[in-house]
């Protein structure tokens, strides 16, 4: 069979609401069901909008170590105290931009921008991504008694690249990464180091069809991807290489 990419439109949602009835509604009025091992790729800042994590700008209190940032990368003060505040640790940035993590993904402001918001508001990480997607799957599978893959995406700019790409922040009832140390490529040499980062490539996948402006298509349902489904709950690490561990962070670092 070949694989599948379903896009669901929604209504634009401004405030905080009911992610489960949304879902079933959203399903519902696309006229699709969802089917036993399908894999669901959900927009980070849909999840976002119904936790209410959205913040106004001008509300922000900016502390010295966030002013201090701001000044370093020219950028504005009380944005920057939210990025400093979401963010795990900020590794270096250049005008306009920190480069900072949360939960472990590196990017950009911390991922944090100004997109599918008002200008004077900021949509924020979706709280708890992992705990959010599995508790996902299981309410999908206590309700509709199916098994379901979850993947939450957000756009990222690769290095030395142009334009956005879908990576995933979080997941759960799949297996992230497939290692394939000990097999052989065409010419019969092993293979040392390769993983395929399989929720990655779905999350780009499904993005392509998700679109990257006014679509409304929070979420896609990805069918017959052939990828491993699991009952074990994903932990972010299982995605995460250490700095000491990655080419682009040790090079930019020597």
Known sequence: MNLTVIPLTSEKKDGKFCFFEELQKIVENSR?????GDV???SSKFISNSQGRILKIEKSKVCEK????AKKFNTNEKFMEIVFRESDKIVGGVAGFAMATT???????AGIDKSNSKGTKI????????????????KIFLELN?????????????????????????????EPTKDLR???DLDGNPLKVTFQATADNLASIANHKMGEGNDLHP??????SECELTNRQIISEEMIIPYEQCVYIRSFSS
């Open 32 to 36: 699709v069901v969802i089917k036993e």
């Open 40 to 42: 669901l790729i959900i």
């Open 66 to 69: 966030a002013r201090k940032i």
């Open 103 to 109: 939960n472990g993904i590196l990017a950009p402001n």
């Open 123 to 138: 949509i924020l990480y979706p709280n708890e991504p992992y705990k959010f997607a599995e508790e996902l799957k299981r």
């Open 146 to 174: 199916l098994h379901v893959g979850i993947i939450i995406v957000d756009s990222r700019l690769m290095p030395a690249r142009i334009g956005t790409t879908g990576v995933a922040i979080a997941c759960a009832g799949i």
């Open 182 to 184: 000990g097999e052989k």
């Open 219 to 224: 979420i896609a349902i990805i069918r017959d």
